[in-house]
């Protein structure tokens, strides 16, 4: 009876994998050999190597202490498309649900620490776009991992939140 890997249904995704790997330690400014020393040869430079080139596996515990190394949560170790959701995600492109359209007249007869949080972050989010139109702010599908957490919701639930405080327009 042959088993069936992972890496044989999706090749790619090794690879995929190998390059986030890659532009993490990239960004932490480490060579392979320096996290070797650093993590006192837990991560050997040709594993890690092999790994960042998709040539080997690397498991999910071996994953979590990655992560734990580099002090990154264990999803950015994995690959995200442009929309910043994980690639193996079946929410289609286009969902209305992967965003919202807001009312921020109605966010500013709101009080309370939810409310004053969410309203720094919605001004961020509009100075960053340069949306000063005051009225109305559409949330990106990236934009709702922040919210659910400044809401203290998940973020299958986020929606749903703003639409109970009565921020989510039709």
Do not use: W
């Not at 090749?11 to 390059?19: A, C, D, M, N, S």
């Not at 990239?26 to 060579?31: H, N, T």
């Not at 599908?141 to 327009?169: P, Q, Y």
Request: charged content about 35%; hydrophobic content about 35%.
């Amino acid at each position: 009876m042959a088993v069936i890997e992972d890496d044989d249904v999706n090749p790619g995704y090794g690879r995929q994998v190998g390059e986030r790997l890659r532009l993490i330690r990239r960004q932490k400014r480490l060579s392979l050999q320096e996290v070797e020393a650093q993590s006192q040869q837990e991560f050997k430079a040709s594993v890690l190597g092999a790994y960042e080139r998709g040539e080997r596996a690397i498991s999910v515990p071996r994953l979590q202490r990655l992560a734990r190394f580099y002090r990154v949560p264990v999803d950015q170790l994995l690959p995200y498309d442009e929309d910043g959701q994980p690639l193996d995600d079946e929410t289609p492109r286009g969902d209305p649900d992967a965003g919202a359209k807001l009312d921020l007249t109605r966010l500013e007869n709101l009080s309370g620490p939810e409310a004053e949080t969410l309203g720094r972050y919605l001004r961020m989010i509009q100075v960053q776009r340069q949306d000063f139109n005051g009225r109305v702010l559409t949330i990106r599908r990236d934009d709702m991992r922040a919210i659910a957490a400044i809401l203290g919701v998940t973020e299958e639930s986020a929606v749903g939140r703003l639409d109970e405080l009565g921020l989510k327009l039709a």
